[in-house]
């Protein structure tokens, strides 16, 4: 059988070992990148495919002949058809948690420099100011610590509870907002308390109807103005021309994203202007550390491997 991997190059630069998974099939094809059109030609005559952001739709996967089994290599089940899965009679796998401690790790990253002004006293430094200053350190930019904020925290599953964890840590108050279109209980509060209660709010949430545009002005205006948001969740869930406001009017503090509504995003995006003060972008690569993409890896091979004896494993059709 023969397997194809339409985007190889989301998840292996040249430094991931394969030869487990390689080793499953007789032939694979490999493509770097593809581009949603070129889909349906390269899986052509394969039974496996592995995607992580190309998009299945319903007549690549209806004129897929051959096509047994697709794994994902996301969590997200979002760029495949899973109902014409089910009709052909398609397995479709997902694979779950293999980025957790990168995800959470680039959270406090994110948090971390926001409130010690780490960019902005390494610009200082590279621009001379600390050679020409007068006394032996620079204070320009303020300087907080995490200790006896409270954290706040959208979406209290794998990473969000595991981010509450190292918070606790440095000696934080943790937060937990309801999930969005459910009743405020027990330890979770109302959107609009947890909004103003927060100093830092970090977004581990999936993106769904009720949580797209989640923040917007009028929730930014109920922060407090000392709050940093950080996203590592979905680009979507915040407004991005409304941060761009809040960030620039003085609403909040700063914020640190690793993700957009449009990714690769137009170079004339809302969140990647230059006069944005206090605002981190990374490229969606939270989740990218070498022992992430080997985990990942890893897990589709175990995914291959049940399936071939029988006994699919994080089936999702």
């Known amino acids: 059988m023969k397997g194809c991997m339409l985007d190889q190059r989301t998840f292996d630069r040249g430094d991931i070992r394969m030869g487990g998974l390689l080793g499953r099939l007789d032939e694979w094809a490999h493509y770097p990148s593809s581009r949603h059109a070129q889909a349906a030609e390269r899986i052509a005559g394969c039974g496996v495919v592995i995607t992580n952001k190309v998009r299945l739709d319903r007549d690549t996967v209806l004129g897929a002949d051959a096509l047994r089994l697709v794994i994902l290599a996301a969590t997200g089940t979002d760029n495949v058809d899973l109902d014409a899965c089910r009709e052909r009679g398609v397995v479709v796998c997902n694979t779950i948690?293999?980025?957790?401690?990168?995800?959470?790790?680039?959270?406090?990253a994110l948090m971390l420099n926001l409130m010690t002004g780490l960019p902005a006293y390494r610009e200082d430094v590279r621009n001379g100011d600390w050679s020409g200053s007068d006394i032996f350190c620079l204070l320009d930019h303020p300087i907080r610590e995490l200790q006896g904020k409270t954290l706040g925290i959208v979406g209290f599953g794998d990473i969000g509870g595991r981010v509450a964890d190292i918070g606790r840590a440095f000696g934080m108050n943790i937060?937990?907002?309801a999930r969005p279109g459910t009743d405020p209980g027990g330890d979770r509060l109302a959107m609009d308390d947890f909004l103003s209660l927060a100093d830092v709010i970090s977004l581990h949430c999936p993106l769904t109807p009720r949580t797209h545009h989640l923040l917007s002005r009028t929730q930014f205006q109920k922060m407090k103005p000392g709050a940093v948001l950080i996203n590592t969740a979905r680009g979507a869930i915040i407004h991005d021309e409304a941060l761009a406001w809040a960030l620039r009017t003085g609403e909040i503090a700063g914020a640190g994203i690793d993700v957009l509504d449009k990714e690769p995003p137009p170079p004339d995006h809302p969140l990647l202007a230059a006069d944005i003060p206090n605002l981190i972008v990374t490229p969606h690569n939270a989740w990218g550390t070498l022992e992430s993409r080997q985990r990942l890896v890893a897990q589709m091979e175990e995914c291959l491997a049940a399936w071939q004896a029988g006994t699919p494993r994080n089936v999702v059709t």
């Open 97 to 108: 948690r293999y980025s957790r401690p990168a995800v959470v790790q680039h959270t406090f």
């Open 175 to 177: 937060a937990v907002a």
